[in-house]
């Protein structure tokens, strides 16, 4: 109840903002509209700050916590060093998009009931299928409407939920839960929905890279890490999560490994990221929750990084695919050393924060005795390497010589890729820095020398495999079928043949059914239409002289006093 | 490609023979060291020396073939389904 500006509303009117001005002062407000929201989040404090009156319901739009306000940091942050990444190049038009995005993702965090939760989910929704769009070809079009239609999807499977939970708890506050009834199965489904979870990961690999270079660094910051905050807020500890997130490690490195197109390598390795994160949750400890967090933060920075570094190229040269890439390290060098610091980053390699975040992850499954999962993330943390950490920067940066000789990166582009370097290797050396920010005491300490010495020849060995088998990762013009199979082909060839069939059926009884509903038709017509030679209307359509019809309406009274006394 | 004298260091053959001697020597140095520095093995078998070095190059080359085959049956032309909205 005190005077304060709820931080996404800054967002919210900066997107609205963008559009009108122009020059100097769209870049203020583009610039200086995530510092104030930074600032307006650490006023936050803890607990619920503002209440409104909803029919029934308290509505709770801003509560605080150290976890809510970690989130809402790196978003806001990603929003200033996005923004300064994108000003120059974007559309305004994109630009207000991924303001109002920002916004939604900063509202989920502030968020202190399902409804609100819920509102800011579907805002995200809407103005992230905004930016898939400004891509602005014929693909990106078709990719924003399957987009847009999987998210809404979930938004409805998670308003569902909600309702159930709210119909029969009477609560809506937001509370750890489990997955036990279809209401919080609901609710369940439809945040993994948004953290692109299996049969429905690909949404996120099919969108993305067909959004514009700038596009891209925003939309892979906040629709899945939003998704693994509600998963912390509602379902810590949740078995089910371990499997999904497994799946997803998984996934992310295979289906990485076979693509050709760069940021696609980088958007199925999101899906590989937050897989850890999700398994963090699902492991529930103290630690590992602290692990997801923080490893969603450092996440954020060094994806964000990595897409910059891609959108670079493709703002260069127009060209995304390994196969027409390579040899650019030569004229790109700050583009090149940033990838590659993202690179190590996304690997977990010691000094970078990558390092110092995910290996939390991995010893709250130790803590816990969980020796499949351990030697699983471990064998993903290899495997990130093999995907991500080298095969991006080797086929785009180095590999053969495409011939290509682009100028580096415009000045904005690397300030913003420098910001975001720095972090990641300030987050890798300090780790302590930011450990006091987490939401519970972190009681890790990540660098000894065993598990440095550990982590280097799990990934240096991993950098052997890369390189001896790299014949058999040469690069091919394919794509790769995932589970959407079933809605683009399995479902559109169902559905055409099922048009066939009527076809083949309207024309074997066509005549029977035609006769029969042409004479309906003529009756239609003789009452309510103009019909005959002479053009006359029907008794329905035609004017009646004012005399009959009070004449009528005499009869219709009289008729209706009778019956009411009989 | 790398006939060209004035082609950048890092792409002539001296040079790439040399990184690769280099790695060589990493590697070698990072599992000597573990005579040295202990591994703390969390379920006994990865304290073993050389442990992570197998662990990472072993589960990286199961990827990469596991990959390669599910390639031959999901892998298609990247018009594949460009090719299924043109089809009507």
């Known amino acids: 109840m005190t005077e304060f500006l709820p931080p996404a509303l800054i967002l919210i009117v900066a997107a609205f903002l963008i559009g009108p001005t122009r020059g100097v002062l769209r870049h203020a407000v583009i610039l200086g509209a995530p510092l104030i929201t930074l600032w307006a989040i650490w006023q936050v404090p803890n607990g619920v700050v503002t209440t409104v009156q909803f029919l029934d319901y308290t509505i709770e739009p801003v509560e605080g916590s150290e976890l809510r306000r970690w989130f809402a940091t790196i978003f806001g942050l990603m929003t200033f060093v996005g923004g300064l990444y994108a000003f120059r190049q974007a559309k305004w038009y994109e630009l207000a998009a991924g303001f109002a995005y920002a916004a939604g993702a900063i509202g989920v965090c502030f968020a202190g009931d399902l409804i609100t939760l819920f509102l800011f989910w579907e805002f995200m929704a809407l103005f992230s299928t905004v930016i898939v769009w400004s891509g602005g070809t014929a693909a990106a079009r078709a990719a924003g409407i399957r987009y847009a239609i999987m998210h809404l999807l979930g938004g409805i499977v998670l308003k569902v939920g909600i309702e159930g939970v709210v119909v029969h708890t009477g609560s809506i506050d937001i509370q750890p839960m489990l997955a036990t009834n279809i209401d919080t199965w609901l609710i369940l489904i439809g945040i993994l929905i948004n953290a692109a979870a299996p049969p429905v990961s690909a949404w996120l690999a099919d969108a993305y890279p067909e959004s514009s270079p700038t596009g891209s660094v925003f939309l892979s910051a906040y629709t899945t890490k939003t998704a693994v905050l509600a998963l912390i807020l509602l379902f810590p500890g949740e078995p089910v999560l371990i499997g999904v997130g497994l799946y997803m490690i998984m996934y992310g490195i295979i289906y990485a490994l076979l693509e050709n197109d760069a940021r696609r390598i980088l958007a199925y390795s999101i899906v590989n990221q937050v897989g850890f994160m999700v398994c963090a949750v699902g492991i529930g400890s103290q630690m590992a929750i602290n692990g997801a967090a923080a490893h969603a933060f450092a996440h954020i920075i060094y994806k964000a990084l990595l897409f910059m570094s891609a959108g670079v190229v493709i703002y260069r040269t127009g060209k995304s695919k390994c196969t027409d890439l390579g040899g650019l390290f030569r004229t790109m060098p700050i583009t090149t050393i940033c990838g590659i610091i993202g690179a190590l980053s996304i690997s977990s390699f010691p000094l970078t924060s990558g390092f110092t975040t995910k290996t939390m992850i991995s010893t709250a499954a130790t803590d816990e005795g969980m020796l499949l999962v351990y030697f699983l993330l471990t064998a993903a943390s290899a495997g990130v390497f093999l995907h991500a950490g080298i095969k991006f920067p080797w086929f785009v940066f180095f590999q053969k010589d495409s011939g290509m000789r682009p100028k580096d990166a415009p000045w904005n582009m690397s300030a913003a890729m420098i910001i975001f370097s720095a972090l990641c290797i300030f987050m890798g050396v300090y780790p302590e820095s930011f450990y006091g920010y987490l939401p519970y005491d972190v009681n890790f300490e990540p660098y000894k020398a065993g598990k440095v010495l550990f982590y280097l020849q799990l990934l240096l060995f991993s950098g052997l495999a890369f390189f001896l088998f790299l014949p058999l990762m040469k690069r091919t013009l394919t794509i790769s079928l995932d589970f959407d199979w079933f809605w683009r082909v399995f479902l559109y060839r169902a559905g055409k043949l099922a048009v066939e069939v009527g076809t083949e059926f309207r024309d074997a009884f066509g005549h029977r059914w035609r006769r029969v509903s042409s004479a309906y038709v003529d009756k239609l017509r003789y009452y309510f239409g103009q019909s005959g030679m002479d053009n006359r209307r029907g008794m329905f359509a035609s004017a009646w002289p004012i005399g009959a019809t009070a004449l009528w309406i005499a009869v219709l009274l009289s008729t209706y006093i009778v019956v009411h006394y009989l | ?88």
């Open chain 2, 1 to 88: 490609m790398n006939q060209n004298q004035d082609d950048h260091w890092l792409v002539r053959p001296a040079s790439i023979r040399l990184l690769w001697k280099l790695f060589w020597a990493v590697l070698a140095i990072t599992v000597a060291l573990q005579i040295f520095i202990e591994v703390k093995g969390y379920f006994g078998v990865d304290g073993w020396i050389g442990f992570g070095a197998a662990f990472g190059f072993g589960s990286c080359v199961a990827m990469v073939i596991v990959a390669k085959g599910l390639g031959y049956l999901l892998k298609r032309d990247q018009n594949y389904y460009r090719a299924e909205a043109d089809d009507d």
